[in-house]
């Protein structure tokens, strides 16, 4: 399985690995907006997943700066301020920054506990988070349906996403990949980064995520915090 070339398909062009800050590359090597709100210029199924509304929230550049990676430096951050006893949501770091190499942040290095590229499983959790309010309707998932199709993925990646997009917000099968304390922080982190809970049903579905992860006590409220911070830093 083409593992970039999907996570660049689903989040954005450039969002696989990160690009510098501000810019994503579009068809023919042409300059997009930053992050996912260059995705879903460029055609970031996530981002149509979302909706007007929550493409903005996301899109509004909480993970504009750096993609996937930019979820593992948020997260190790937050797990680095719980370990401390310290505040968090409270430096301005730059969201770009990518968790240190032997830290178990750094997503591209990891494997999930079917030994899967872990990023698979953030993206995963991302989708089922963005569909936890129930907002998408027949037509929507025909239109993501029919964007699938016209990318020209393999197949290992075209089922890899049609499975994703089809199935039900269920936050046990989206905490089910975590095999380290690190992983339960990113996935956690990645799915309120994909929600920006202001409905019911987003607040329960999270809670109920926490629940399955089991993360360590205190944790969630630093993941939170950095959460928050990062959107405000971004000016969502």
């Known amino acids: ?45 996530v981002a149509l997943l979302l909706g007007s509304k929550k493409a903005r929230k996301l899109g509004g550049k909480a993970l504009s700066y750096g993609g996937m990676a930019a979820v593992g430096g948020l997260a190790y951050k937050a797990w680095r301020d719980w370990q401390q006893n310290r505040p968090s949501g409270t430096e301005a ?11 178990g942040f750094d997503m591209a290095e990891e494997r999930d506990s079917t030994g899967q590229d872990f990023r698979l499983a953030v993206l995963r959790a991302m989708i089922l988070a963005a569909n936890s ?24 990646e075209k089922a890899a996403l049609f499975d994703s997009f089809a199935a039900p917000a269920d936050p046990a099968e989206a905490a089910r990949p975590a095999r380290t304390d690190a992983q339960r922080a990113e996935l956690y ?38 959460a928050e911070a990062a959107r405000c830093q971004a000016g969502s």
């Open 1 to 45: 399985m083409n593992i970039e070339r999907l996570l660049q398909e689903a989040l954005g062009s450039g969002q696989a690995r990160g690009q510098e800050p501000g810019q994503t590359r579009g068809q023919g090597g042409s300059a997009l907006p930053g992050g996912f709100a260059g995705g879903a210029a460029a055609g970031g199924l």
């Open 93 to 103: 770091e730059p969201l770009h920054l990518p968790p240190p190499a032997d830290s």
């Open 133 to 156: 309010d129930g907002h998408i309707d027949g037509e929507e998932h025909r239109r993501i349906r029919d964007r699938i199709e016209a990318l020209g993925l393999g197949a290992e």
């Open 189 to 226: 982190l990645a799915s309120v980064l994909a929600v920006d809970p202001d409905t019911p049903d987003e607040r329960r579905y999270l809670d109920d995520l926490a629940r399955h992860l089991a993360l360590p006590e205190g944790l969630r409220g630093h993941l939170d915090l950095e």
